[in-house]
């Protein structure tokens, strides 16, 4: 008997198909705060007042917003969607809108809120999105939406760790400025960071997953012994001909450089005018790069760097030392990094010392999904939803798709080791169904397909 596994997508408001049974979680939370309005005294009215585990509901509106707030970690703020609740800046200030203290460990959400900075084409503001500072532990950004920001959306700062997800940003950069534009920015702890081992394949990063980019500077940059992880993100028409995926090395005054990165099954497309200079720029730490796909309008796909300043002594401090590129792709054609020489002598970073063409032995990636993502949210707006399940089938079986005609999507099957089996794009047509062969050989494959701002993901296990 040939055996067929279906992935269904009806792209309709809060429809979503399967032809399995999904296990929901759920967790206990405290009481529920409703703030008058989205103006910031009203949201720090509400917030004064909360306690560990309550819930915040900001309505639904467009809300001046002056000033700004912190608070600490172990509540929910929660909006009525990012398209429905509007937090607008209304005053000169540059400091975000919110600041998150996760000094008390507990876990922080934010959902469901759109953050608008200041729109005039002509602003010099040097101004934030949101911050996360003391080490906050387990926080979530979802269902959000960010822009007309000069310096960064989401500002990370220390040992923090969470999850960005399903988020947008949109024109995170100002051409009267002329820098910045970091629509995510993680700093580390420094030295710190850097005395800790390489833990690669583990929930101790900064996540960003399924977010989409539209004209930032970068949709991420780090530094300061950062560790992050950017995977199945879609960037689009990245601002000032500037990089999308980016980490620094020793620059910029920081007194470390980054110190981990793992990139992979991202999407990078810059209209042939923008021209950026480079999709993906990497200048110090180590990690992971595979199955990212750069469409076009990029000069230079990958670009490895050194950029410790004037030191030529191997090896520099914070310089790539454990780099592993693989399967990436620009234009359909296979691609992997180049060393740039303006920022250091080519004998700084070379291959098969520093960095390898070949999938890191080893590595697993964490999961997908990010565990995170089941924290119970109540946004009636999200429309980019991912389920996991585990189906087995049989060997020679069809992976059997179901599509809205009218949008491209994309396809991936991957192995637990990252390498990409099937990817395939398929354009707009008359077919709504599609149909693939699933690997021949038996094992564990996940299967990813993202189509108009919606992801899902199915673990299929290979059986003879």
Request: hydrophobic share 35%; aromatic share 12%.
């Amino acid at each position: 008997m040939k055996y067929k596994v279906h992935i269904q997508i009806l792209l309709f408001k809060f429809t979503y198909c399967f032809l399995v049974v999904l296990l929901f979680h759920s967790k206990i939370l405290g009481k529920t705060i409703e703030a008058r309005s989205g103006r910031s005294e009203d949201i720090k009215s509400a917030i004064d007042i909360s306690q560990s585990t309550d819930t915040i509901r900001i309505p639904e509106g467009i809300f001046p917003f002056d000033g700004s707030i912190i608070c600490s970690a172990g509540i929910q703020v929660i909006g009525a969607g990012y398209k429905k609740t509007v937090l607008k800046r209304n005053d000169s200030t540059t400091s975000p809108f919110i600041t998150i203290n996760g000094m008390n460990d507990q876990p922080f959400l934010i959902s469901g809120i759109s953050f608008i900075g200041d729109t005039s084409p002509t602003s010099k503001r040097e101004d934030w999105g949101i911050r996360f500072i003391g080490n906050c532990k387990k926080f979530r950004v979802t269902d959000c939406s960010f822009s007309h920001i000069g310096i960064a959306a989401i500002d990370v700062r220390g040992t923090s760790n969470g999850v960005v997800d399903q988020c947008f940003f949109n024109k995170i950069y100002r051409d009267s400025i002329g820098n910045y534009g970091y629509a995510v920015l993680v700093c580390g702890t420094g030295d710190t960071s850097w005395n800790f081992p390489l833990l690669l394949g583990t929930g101790d990063a900064v996540f960003v997953e399924d977010c989409h980019f539209t004209l930032c500077r970068h949709a991420i940059s780090s530094n300061q012994g950062s560790r992050y992880v950017f995977r199945f993100n879609k960037c689009i028409d990245n601002a000032a001909k500037n990089p999308a995926i980016d980490a620094h090395g020793l620059e910029y005054g920081s007194t470390r450089g980054s110190r981990s990165y793992e990139i992979y099954n991202n999407l990078i497309d810059n209209k042939e005018s923008s021209h950026a200079w480079c999709g993906i720029c990497i200048r110090g730490g180590d990690g992971v790069i595979f199955n990212n796909t750069l469409v076009k309008g990029t000069e230079i796909p990958i670009i490895l760097a050194n950029a410790s300043g004037k030191d030529t002594i191997y090896p520099a401090k914070d310089q790539i030392r454990d780099l592993y590129i693989w399967n990436n792709t620009y234009m359909g054609n296979s691609t992997t990094a180049k060393v740039l020489p303006e920022y250091g002598h080519y004998n700084m970073i070379l291959q098969n010392r520093d960095y390898f063409n070949f999938a890191k032995p080893n590595y697993l990636p964490y999961h997908y999904p990010h565990p995170l993502r089941n924290t119970s949210t109540t946004s009636q707006e999200s429309t980019n939803h991912k389920h996991e399940q585990s189906l087995k089938i049989l060997k020679n079986s069809n992976l059997l798709v179901y599509v809205n005609k009218n949008y491209r999507f994309s396809l991936y099957i991957y192995d637990i080791m990252g390498r990409v089996h099937l990817k395939k794009n398929i354009f707009p047509n008359n077919t709504s169904t599609h149909s693939f062969a699933v690997p021949k050989t038996t094992g564990v494959y996940i299967v990813v397909l993202q189509q108009n701002n919606v992801t899902l993901s199915n673990k299929i296990i290979i059986t003879n």
